[in-house]
């Protein structure tokens, strides 16, 4: 199957500051799908992005299909931005990364 | 309700109960699928219905028995468990399954300890 790779695994940051998380993926997919997972387990969608970029509020993400990765950006992180962001490719079922998580300080 | 629900939230069971997992989606979706989490692992995909029909089982364990009456709700019938069966149980849909890769939507999950 299809093998994801994110990094980093871990990220500390103050807040206020930026960061970019990697997702590498090892085969052509038909769509990407970004999650930021909360303390209590939901999986909650940030995009659906199979190429191009897409931006919401603080975040934003871009995938390049053809060299198979996808960025997610945070800017102007807030501590209610930590927890593990996972990326998920799809060829026809999702296939997760081991997930980036994220600890915001304030 | 909107979206995807799961029941129970948590639920702590013995070796030799059984129980149910129950998800119900109200997005108007076709296509229904369960994932575990386990600690430190990614998230698996169990199983998969489309329309009612199990079009995917991905060589799970016969102690975790699927069932989906209807495109709205999906259950998961356990038993006879093993304490390394603990882990986070995840629900989603989609508007379809296959062969076109659509956005799926998770539920809350459901938290499950084998004692």
């Known amino acids: 199957g299809i093998q994801v790779e994110q990094s980093p695994p871990d990220l500390i940051l103050q807040e206020g500051a930026n960061s970019t998380l990697r997702c590498n993926f090892s085969?052509?997919?038909?769509?990407l799908q970004w999650f930021h997972q909360n303390p209590w387990g939901q999986l909650i969608n940030l995009f659906y992005i199979p190429s191009g970029t897409k931006q919401n509020g603080r975040l934003s993400a871009t995938t390049v299909a053809t060299e198979r990765y996808s960025l997610l950006y945070i800017s102007s992180s807030q501590t209610t931005d930590s927890g593990v962001y996972f990326c998920a490719v799809n060829d026809y079922k999702l296939s997760f990364g081991a997930g980036t998580t994220v600890t915001v300080r304030a | 309700e909107t979206g995807v629900t799961q029941t129970p939230r948590h639920l702590v069971m013995g070796m030799t109960n059984k129980k149910s997992l129950k998800c119900e989606q109200h997005?108007?979706?076709?296509?229904m699928y369960w994932y575990k989490q386990s600690a430190k692992k990614p998230l698996e995909l169990m199983f998969v219905?489309?329309?009612?029909?199990?079009?995917e089982n991905n060589s799970v364990p016969s102690r975790f028995s699927p069932e989906c009456p209807n495109s709205s709700h999906l259950f998961l019938h356990l038993h006879t468990l093993q304490p390394e069966d603990s882990a986070l149980y995840l629900c989603?849909?989609?508007?379809?399954?296959?062969?076109?890769?659509?956005?799926?939507?998770f539920g809350p999950g459901t938290r499950l300890t084998v004692t």
């Open positions: 085969d052509s997919v038909n769509n």
């Open positions: 997005l108007g979706h076709n296509a």
């Open positions: 219905y489309s329309l009612e029909e199990r079009v």
């Open positions: 989603a849909s989609s508007q379809e399954s296959h062969p076109s890769a659509y956005e799926q939507y």
